[in-house]
């Protein structure tokens, strides 16, 4: 079979809106080579890689995310390593490291990402800014081992793992910048039983009733870890926004927003907090 005939088997099989965006991702994964050569390839047959191809392709009609497959997820241009363990990363995300990186921060200043994942905003804010210094957490050790070989992997020796449910290990440490992308689905939402959440960590995705619990414990904790002054930056979700303003505002933040994705949804909310 040929590319361009596995790429519409592939293609029906899925029947789906990224039906063939998915198949050029995983033949390409497969194939190790960028999706021009697949259009200027495409008579080339694929001989023995065929069936490993179509076991790709069975894995996602099956609903398996195509981050899970090829292993890699693409975030802020980084290649970046992604398995069960860990949330996949989202270009929805990037719109928290663009924030971080607006903000007028010391050269040398001390960033703290909690429940880093993959590490992928933690990575792409280390790799941008040399001069800070990143620490990234995460409760699970088993993402902390995911961040580590992306952190290796680009090379950053400015940036800190450490294994610590939100605030627990990190006793006495002081940052300029705390952000964090943490779990805001509410139990029982829907979305949890469709697409790609079905493969990921629901304890990176769950948060309590109304999926805030785990922002009111940041944003009472963060305050303790500024060292007098200091920026918030949390995601949350589209719908979350005002209730996150409240939250941050009734902690005592100053100079609260909410900032949208490139989608005009709601997706971060900020404030600055300040030693009374």
Same mark, same amino acid.
């Given at each position: 079979?040929?590319?361009?005939?596995?790429?519409?088997?592939?293609?029906?099989?899925?029947?789906?809106?990224?039906?063939?965006?998915?198949?050029?991702?995983?033949?390409?994964?497969?194939?190790?080579?960028?999706?021009?050569?697949?259009?200027?390839?495409?008579?080339?047959?694929?001989?023995?890689?065929?069936?490993?191809?179509?076991?790709?392709?069975?894995?996602?009609?099956?609903?398996?995310?195509?981050?899970?497959?090829?292993?890699?997820?693409?975030?802020?241009?980084?290649?970046?390593?992604?398995?069960?363990?860990?949330?996949?990363?989202?270009?929805?995300?990037?719109?928290?490291?663009?924030?971080? /990186?607006?903000?007028?921060?010391?050269?040398?200043?001390? !960033?703290? =990402?909690?429940?880093?994942? %993959? @590490?992928?905003? $933690?990575?792409?804010?280390?790799?941008?800014?040399?001069?800070?210094?990143?620490?990234?957490?995460?409760?699970?050790?088993?993402?902390?081992?995911?961040?580590?070989?992306?952190?290796?992997?680009?090379?950053?020796?400015?940036?800190?793992?450490?294994?610590?449910?939100?605030?627990?290990?990190?006793?006495?440490?002081?940052?300029?910048?705390?952000?964090?992308?943490?779990?805001?689905?509410?139990?029982?939402?829907?979305?949890?039983?469709?697409?790609?959440?079905?493969?990921?960590?629901?304890?990176?995705?769950?948060?309590?009733?109304?999926?805030?619990?785990?922002?009111?414990?940041?944003?009472?904790?963060?305050?303790?870890?500024?060292?007098?002054?200091?920026?918030?930056? /949390?995601?949350?979700?589209?719908?979350?926004?005002?209730? !996150?303003? =409240?939250?941050?505002?009734? %902690? @005592?933040?100053? $100079?609260?927003?909410?900032?949208?994705?490139?989608?005009?949804?709601?997706?971060?909310?900020?404030?600055?907090?300040?030693?009374?």
């Amino acid at each position: 079979m040929k590319i361009s005939e596995a790429l519409r088997w592939a293609q029906n099989q899925l029947d789906s809106d990224t039906a063939r965006l998915d198949a050029e991702v995983l033949l390409c994964h497969l194939l190790g080579v960028g999706r021009v050569y697949l259009f200027t390839h495409d008579d080339q047959d694929l001989g023995r890689q065929l069936n490993t191809f179509k076991k790709m392709i069975e894995r996602r009609r099956c609903g398996e995310p195509v981050a899970h497959i090829t292993g890699v997820r693409e975030f802020w241009s980084l290649p970046l390593q992604v398995t069960p363990a860990t949330l996949i990363p989202r270009p929805d995300t990037e719109t928290l490291v663009e924030w971080c /990186l607006d903000q007028e921060l010391p050269a040398t200043a001390r !960033v703290l =990402d909690l429940g880093t994942g %993959t @590490g992928a905003i $933690a990575c792409a804010l280390a790799s941008e800014r040399p001069g800070w210094s990143v620490t990234a957490t995460d409760r699970s050790r088993e993402a902390l081992e995911v961040a580590s070989r992306n952190k290796t992997q680009i090379g950053l020796e400015n940036l800190e793992l450490v294994n610590s449910d939100w605030f627990g290990s990190l006793t006495g440490l002081r940052f300029d910048l705390i952000v964090s992308n943490p779990p805001y689905i509410a139990e029982g939402d829907e979305h949890l039983s469709s697409g790609d959440v079905r493969f990921e960590p629901k304890t990176a995705l769950v948060s309590g009733v109304s999926g805030l619990d785990d922002i009111l414990i940041i944003a009472a904790g963060a305050c303790e870890h500024f060292d007098g002054t200091g920026w918030l930056a /949390l995601e949350h979700g589209y719908d979350q926004g005002e209730s !996150v303003r =409240d939250i941050l505002e009734n %902690t @005592g933040y100053r $100079a609260v927003e909410t900032i949208q994705d490139l989608a005009g949804q709601d997706r971060i909310t900020v404030g600055f907090w300040s030693q009374p």
